[in-house]
């Protein structure tokens, strides 16, 4: 069984300033891990990816994400705020040992930038 | 155009009516799924198919049935709807390249039961 948990359902941050958003994960099996958007809207569209290759994982629009096995944690961070990252973001699992794969998704966090 | 197209986006329905929700791709992957996306709740597995022959129940599949129609259309079903089905459906797909699961959304269906 997978579960992820986002710390936090709002985050508002200055623009110009750091963006963390944080994703801590459970699962069974090495998992790989999943950052989407979704902006006002729209559908959910994805920002990075981690399978299991380089721990720190660079996405678009200037985010990134390092997974941490020892704090089972895969949280996102942008040096600058920008008013566009304004949107809704989502952390999910995908167990990789036989069977579904099947993604498992956080309950998200609202990110707003203020000017 | 876009890769997965979901119709309607958006449907105002009545307790009790049936309703479909359609979806279509274009990128040639064998796996699709339905979600529901609620405030505060994330999104939530309804039902997933790996190809035409392979459906298989998600997390919150009551209420709702599929239909798998070809490789690329893939139908969510409310046979009779309630209210509490208000919610946001969005269908994705997948395709498994090298072992890396990747979904893949469509722009969703916004639907309320009155």
């Known amino acids: 069984a997978q579960s992820v948990t986002q710390l936090g359902s709002h985050v508002s941050v200055s623009e110009g300033a750091l963006v963390l958003l944080r994703c801590n994960y459970s699962?069974?099996?090495?998992?790989?891990l999943f950052w989407y958007v979704q902006y006002p809207n729209q559908g959910l569209q994805l920002l990075l990816k981690?399978?299991?290759?380089?721990?720190l994982v660079k996405g678009i629009n200037g985010f990134e994400a390092e997974f941490k096995k020892s704090e089972t944690s895969f949280h996102l961070t942008k040096p600058s705020a920008h008013m566009s990252d304004a949107a809704e973001y989502f952390c999910?699992?995908?167990?990789?040992?036989?069977?579904?794969?099947?993604?498992?998704f956080g309950k998200g966090t609202k990110l707003s930038v203020i000017p | 155009d876009a890769d997965v197209t979901q119709t309607p986006r958006n449907r105002i329905t009545k307790t009790g009516k049936r309703i479909m929700l359609e979806c279509s791709q274009t990128k040639g992957h064998d796996r699709m799924y339905w979600y529901r996306q609620d405030p505060g709740l994330g999104l939530r597995l309804i039902y997933y198919s790996f190809d035409v022959k392979d459906i298989n129940k998600g997390e919150i599949s009551d209420g709702y049935s599929v239909s798998r129609q070809a490789q690329a259309k893939f139908s969510l079903s409310l046979e009779s709807a309630i209210p509490n089905q208000t919610a946001l459906y969005f269908c994705?797909?997948?395709?498994?390249?090298?072992?890396?699961?990747?979904?893949?959304f469509g722009p969703g269906t916004r639907l309320l039961v009155l």
């Open positions: 699962s069974s099996v090495p998992p790989y």
């Open positions: 994705a797909t997948s395709d498994r390249l090298a072992g890396q699961e990747t979904q893949y």
């Open positions: 981690y399978t299991s290759a380089a721990t």
């Open positions: 999910a699992v995908s167990d990789t040992g036989a069977g579904s794969y099947q993604l498992t």
